[in-house]
């Protein structure tokens, strides 16, 4: 580098999750001397793909400082202890990928050697009677923090199912109190730099122009900057994952609640089922080779715990990534970056682990050939 990261703009290209998420991050974390700027326009809606988590999430919260009772209400918030897979097998069969750990090991010897020899002898049951988060989900129960009824117990880790909107919200909030500039606008042109081809500033609806050093792309399947402005390209995985379409819609709490995400299988695809403390999210990915968009609306529709509580919501998506993830001074994240369906809840995960890495490798006013250099954190581990 030939200077130093001081004074240095970063641009945030988009809200939602990703945008706000990055924006807290950085606001939070982001040694004297950035400016942090996010645009987004309120006429333009956000995926929300994302509702359901992993354990992961409690890191980055608690990294931020955010009080879990306080984000649960923000967000309208509960509790998640694993995953139930519900006909993957066979019709009417189910199983759980519970977080934690099954069985506990005895001195050298792993569990599941003897958990394999009862097995045979018919002596032990199914592996779910040794996993405490799938007998505590089962049971509607949960634990927070170190085991009170006995020493023997293992923790019990936990993820959370919460509204995206109301998410981006609370952290948009937390982030504007740390001094991140909110511009209201929709981007209509993106101005390069004739010299190395880099993003100079973007243009709003207005004339207004937002000029920076580095550009997250936030802006969601379109990508605007890395691919609208950069034309970096697509990895297309479409050949190994097929589904290209998603069905989303809520409805009214109802059928009990469940401390875990659900996950049927459907004749073209599977569909969602994660419980907040206001609704049901639910949502059917399919293949559109197999099923029409008008056979997934009435599919989802004829398996709600609830009254609908709007229409379906078509989303339309090519599994994949960008071939450059970070090309020139724009980094992609969120969806803008890619896509997999959601199966194992790990859309904002891959969000988390974006901001951990651009902390890793951020760059200053100027780049080397490799597009990074190391900076300085106020804190001194990303979250």
């Known amino acids: 580098m030939s200077e130093t990261a001081k004074d240095v703009t970063i641009v945030i290209a988009g809200g939602g999750t990703a945008g706000w998420m990055a924006a807290a991050s950085f606001a939070q974390f982001l040694e004297a001397g950035y400016k942090l700027i996010l645009v987004e326009s309120e006429e333009i809606g956000t995926v929300g793909v994302g509702e359901a988590t992993i354990p992961q999430i409690q890191l980055f919260n608690s990294a931020l400082g ?71 989900a089962r049971a509607g129960k949960m634990q927070r923090g170190k085991a009170r009824t006995a020493q023997t117990l293992p923790d019990m880790p936990y993820a959370f199912h919460f509204d995206a909107g109301l998410y981006a919200a609370y952290l948009r909030r937390y982030a504007e109190r740390r001094g991140v500039e909110r511009i209201e606008g929709r981007i209509v042109d993106v101005a390069l730099r004739g010299e190395d081809g880099h993003v100079e500033a973007i243009t709003l609806d207005g004339g207004r122009q937002v000029a920076g050093d580095v550009f997250i792309d936030c802006t969601g399947f379109r990508g605007l900057l890395i691919e609208g402005a950069l034309k970096t390209g697509y990895e297309d995985w479409s050949h190994w994952l ?7 819609v809520p409805c009214a709490n109802g059928g009990g609640f469940t401390p875990y995400t659900r996950s049927a299988a459907r004749e073209a695809g599977w569909q969602w089922r994660i419980p907040l403390q206001h609704r049901i999210g639910n949502g059917y990915v399919y293949c559109s080779r197999y099923l029409s968009d008008e056979d997934a609306a009435a599919t989802l529709l004829a398996n709600l715990d609830g009254t609908p509580l709007a229409d379906p919501r078509p989303l339309k998506f090519t599994t994949g990534k960008r071939k450059q993830i970070w090309n020139r001074n724009v980094i992609a994240m969120g969806l803008s970056s890619g896509f997999m369906e959601p199966l194992e809840s790990t859309s904002i995960h891959l969000i988390q682990s974006a901001i951990s890495r651009i902390f890793k490798i951020l760059p200053g006013k100027t780049c080397n050939h490799l597009g990074h250099a190391m900076i300085r954190l106020a804190w001194p581990t990303a979250p």
């Open 66 to 136: 955010l009080d879990e009772d306080a984000f649960l209400q923000a967000t309208q918030g509960t509790f998640k202890l694993g995953i139930e897979f519900d006909g993957w097998q066979k019709p009417g069969q189910s199983y759980m990928h519970a977080f934690g750990a099954i069985g506990r090991d005895a001195g050298p010897t792993l569990f599941q050697y003897y958990w394999l020899r009862a097995r045979a002898l018919g002596k032990a049951k199914g592996l779910e009677a040794y996993s405490l988060n799938e007998m505590a």
């Open 242 to 248: 097929p589904c290209d379409r998603a069905m989303a």
